[in-house]
DNA sequence: CTCAATTATTTACCTAGGTAAATAAAATTC
DNA sequence: GAATTTTATTTACCTAGGTAAATAATTGAG
């Protein structure tokens, strides 16, 4: 039986995540895809033209990051950007070509998904989700 | 109530493990050290003197990356490479201060880590501890 | 209406992770 | 023992994430 301090918990996680991670890009290399720019096309399959700063606020990560992910996605043909009335603003929308291709990617992504976790019931994965939930500096829920 | 099907997951656990990452870097930054960078004192704590290939091999990240990180560390002053008996391969070992300095950091990891968990009783970090290890592309536990 | 403050995005500079290919040294094979 | 193969590390080039500071456009205060 193995120790679960904190220590070993947070090293666990950090190794699975950067697994899930390479496993992740790796599937998606067949489509030309990194992990972020999918996440991105489904932000935006899901929500419709959303600025820049909608993307990073809903994923959580800062602006420059998401500036640098969409000027190589706009670069391969993946989303279109316009200016927003606002002036300061850029709308980001799918391209045709990419949202022909939303399916048959999301599809690839849902079986690589479910392989992922198959090691899990599906009450272990609800459970996983709660328990997951919970870490954070404020112990919120 | 909300979903948890794969995606619900991952997407979770990518945010959570940025967040961690950010939260440990700015507390690090205290003492001038990255959460990578803090893995290889650890792990050189707990092991003693390691060639390259060793920390990699045990921190499951590529070659380049530890070359990369080492060449910050030693150019910090934290750890020292030597030539093996073996020409190709480097020693890596603590240099004083960095081994002076430890004892203190290890402490703010360990609150900081206590901290990020002290949403969850010691049987669903338990419990949180075996369920990501069941993820994977081979279902392992 | 003008000037200050806020907001959206970008730029510059940093760490971390990956792959593929290049070295260089050791181990193997013939 | 010379030539091939393996092994340890590095280099070059890519994505992703962060912070701090710079623009540029809009809002707000006076």
Same mark, same amino acid.
């Given at each position: ?15 699975? @995540? ?60 993946? @989303? ?28 690839? @992504? ?32």
């Amino acid at each position: 039986m193995q120790n679960f301090d904190t220590h070993s918990v947070f090293h666990l996680l950090h190794q699975q @995540v950067r697994m899930i991670t390479k496993e992740f890009n790796n599937q998606l290399s067949d489509h030309g895809l990194y992990h972020s720019q999918w996440s991105i096309i489904f932000c935006l399959e899901k929500f419709g033209s959303m600025t820049q700063t909608d993307i990073w606020k809903y994923l959580n990560v800062e602006a420059p990051t998401i500036t640098r992910t969409l000027t190589r996605m706009e670069k391969n043909g993946w @989303v279109i950007r316009t200016q927003g009335e606002d002036r300061r603003e850029r709308l980001i929308e799918l391209t045709e070509s990419a949202h022909e291709k939303f399916k048959e990617v999301n599809r690839a @992504v849902y079986e690589f998904e479910q392989d992922m976790v198959k090691g899990m019931s599906s009450e272990e994965l609800k459970q996983f989700y709660h328990l997951l939930k919970k870490i954070g500096p404020k112990g919120e829920e």
